[in-house]
C-alpha cells in the first residue's frame, strides 16, 4: 500500500508540474533584444526572427521564433508590417487576392521555433535546438504555404430593425466563405480558378450547391487564363458593367439600389450586370486604362419571367489619370427570346439594356465616387412592375485615423414616362456610416453602425421606413 502511495504522489506532482506548465501566457509586449540567427534546413539558408516571449510559471521562460527564406525581398518581411490591404471591390478584390498569394509564393513556408529564454544568449545553442524541433515534425506550428491557393471565410452577423419598426433581427448579411486559387507558370502564363458562396447557417450543404438554381448561393465560380495584361474569362463572374458600378457599391449594408447591378433583388447574374453567369469575358488591364468585353450565352431569366435570354453582351472602359481621378463608363445588352403577354403586363416592352458612368477621386483620408445610370426593361419597383429610369449614386468617405472611417452617400432613381404606376415610385435614400477597423487601413475586419433614411415612395405611395443596422465583419484567411 505504502508503494501504492508513493507512485500515487510521485504521479500527482508529474501532472501537476506540467499542467503549470502547459497553462502558461504569452507575453505579446515587446521582446527584450535577442539577435537573430540562421540554419540551413531542407536544402534552404533560413534566418529566424524572435516574435514574443512565452512566460512560464515554472520561470522557464521560452523565446518564439520565425524562421523564414534568408533571400526573400525586403518588402516580403515581415507581411504583418507592409501596409495593409485595402478593402476592394469585384475586380479589384481578385488583384488583391493574387498579390496575397505572390506574398505567401515568396515567403515561403515559415516555421515557428521556441527555445528556453536562458538559450538564447549562444548561437550555437539556439541554432542546435531550432534544428532538433523543425527535424520534429511535432514541432513545426504553423505552415503558411502549401499550395499558391487561400482558403477564407468571412463572417458578417447585423442586428437591424424589420421594415415595420416593431423590432429587430439578426441577419447574416452575406457571409461568404471560398477558395482562391492562382499559379503562375515558368513562361508567364497566369492560371487561376475561384469558387465563393454565401453561407447559410440553416443549411451548410447549399455552400456546394453548383447549380444553375443556387445562384444567390454561389457568389462566383469561374476559371481564367491570362498572359501580361490579357485575361480570358469563364463561368459566374463580377461584369463588365460592375467595374463602373462597384464605384459606389462601398457601404456595409445599404445601398446600390439605382445604379442597376443587382436588379430585381437579384444578384445581377441573369441580366449581366453584377456577378454575370454564363459568361466569357476578356480583359485588358494597362497602368493608365482597362476594359472589358463580355459575352454571355443563351440562359434563362428572372425567375418570375417567362422568356429566355437569346444572350447577353456587356463592354466597359475605365481610365486613370495622374491627379487621382478615374473615369469609365459601362453598357450592358440582354436579348430577350421573345416578349412575351405576361412580360408586357409588367411593363417590360422590349430588350434589357443598362447604360452607367462613373467618376472616382481618391486622395490620402479622401474618397468621393459617384455613377449616373440609364436603363429600359431592368429596374423594378417593389412589387414587380418594370421602368425605364435614371438612377444617381453618390458615395463618399473620411478616413479620420488608420482605424475609424465616416461615410456618406445618397441614392437616387426615378421612373420615366412609360412607368405603369405613374410618379410613384421613386428611391430617395441617404445613408450615413460609421466604422471601425481593428487593423490598421484593412476594413476586412471590423464593426459599423449604418443607417439609411428614405425621402422617397414605395408603388402605392407610402413611405419606407428609416433603417438602422449595427454589424460585424471578420475575416479567416489560409
Not at 352 to 357: A, E, T, V
Request: some cysteine; proline content about 2%; overall charge positive.
Amino acid at each position: 500500500m505504502r508503494r501504492y502511495i508513493i507512485y500515487f504522489f510521485a504521479s500527482f506532482t508529474y501532472i501537476y508540474a506540467n499542467t503549470i506548465e502547459y497553462f502558461s501566457y504569452e507575453d505579446n509586449k515587446s521582446v527584450p533584444y535577442i539577435d537573430s540567427f540562421e540554419l540551413r534546413y531542407k536544402n534552404q539558408n533560413l534566418i529566424c526572427y524572435p516574435t514574443q516571449i512565452i512566460r512560464k510559471k515554472t520561470k522557464k521562460d521560452l523565446v518564439s521564433f520565425s524562421c523564414i527564406k534568408k533571400d526573400i525581398p525586403i518588402e516580403y518581411i515581415p507581411q504583418e508590417q507592409q501596409v495593409s490591404y485595402k478593402e476592394q471591390q469585384g475586380r479589384d478584390e481578385t488583384k488583391k487576392l493574387k498579390l496575397q498569394i505572390k506574398d505567401k509564393e515568396n515567403i515561403g513556408m515559415i516555421y515557428k521555433v521556441d527555445i528556453p529564454l536562458s538559450e538564447t544568449n549562444s548561437k550555437w545553442r539556439k541554432k542546435s535546438i531550432a534544428k532538433h524541433q523543425l527535424n520534429n515534425t511535432y514541432y513545426i506550428k504553423y505552415l503558411q504555404w502549401m499550395l499558391p491557393a487561400k482558403f477564407y471565410i468571412s463572417i458578417r452577423p447585423q442586428i437591424s430593425n424589420t421594415q415595420d419598426n416593431k423590432s429587430l433581427k439578426l441577419r447574416d448579411n452575406g457571409s461568404r466563405a471560398g477558395f482562391f486559387y492562382y499559379y503562375i507558370f515558368d513562361n508567364g502564363w497566369e492560371l487561376t480558378t475561384q469558387y465563393e458562396a454565401t453561407i447559410d447557417w440553416h443549411d451548410v450543404s447549399s455552400f456546394i450547391n453548383l447549380s444553375t438554381q443556387s445562384n444567390t448561393t454561389r457568389r462566383l465560380s469561374y476559371i481564367s487564363i491570362s498572359y501580361d495584361n490579357y485575361t480570358i474569362l469563364a463561368g459566374k463572374y463580377w461584369s463588365a458593367y460592375y467595374d463602373i458600378a462597384q464605384y459606389t457599391d462601398m457601404f456595409m449594408a445599404y445601398g446600390a439600389l439605382s445604379s442597376g447591378a443587382f436588379n430585381n433583388k437579384s444578384d445581377g447574374s441573369y441580366s449581366g450586370t453584377g456577378r454575370a453567369d454564363y459568361l466569357i469575358q476578356f480583359h485588358i488591364d494597362d497602368i493608365k486604362y482597362d476594359a472589358t468585353f463580355q459575352i454571355q450565352t443563351k440562359h434563362k431569366g428572372a425567375k418570375e419571367l417567362d422568356s429566355r435570354y437569346r444572350y447577353g453582351i456587356s463592354a466597359s472602359y475605365q481610365y486613370t489619370f495622374d491627379n487621382n481621378i478615374k473615369l469609365g463608363s459601362a453598357f450592358a445588352f440582354g436579348k430577350f427570346e421573345k416578349i412575351t403577354p405576361y412580360m408586357k403586363t409588367v411593363g417590360i416592352n422590349g430588350d434589357d439594356i443598362s447604360w452607367i458612368g462613373g467618376i472616382s477621386y481618391t486622395k490620402k483620408r479622401y474618397k468621393l465616387n459617384t455613377t449616373i445610370s440609364y436603363t429600359k426593361n431592368h429596374m423594378c419597383d417593389n412589387e414587380g412592375v418594370y421602368f425605364d429610369g435614371y438612377g444617381v449614386e453618390l458615395y463618399m468617405h473620411y478616413d479620420y485615423n488608420t482605424q475609424f472611417r465616416i461615410a456618406g452617400g445618397y441614392n437616387y432613381l426615378k421612373p420615366k414616362y412609360n412607368y405603369q404606376h405613374k410618379s410613384a415610385y421613386k428611391i430617395s435614400d441617404t445613408i450615413l456610416s460609421l466604422q471601425y477597423t481593428f487593423n490598421a487601413s484593412n476594413f476586412d475586419d471590423m464593426i459599423y453602425m449604418e443607417i439609411s433614411i428614405p425621402n422617397g415612395n414605395l408603388a402605392n405611395q407610402t413611405k419606407p421606413n428609416t433603417s438602422i443596422s449595427i454589424g460585424f465583419r471578420y475575416l479567416i484567411s489560409l
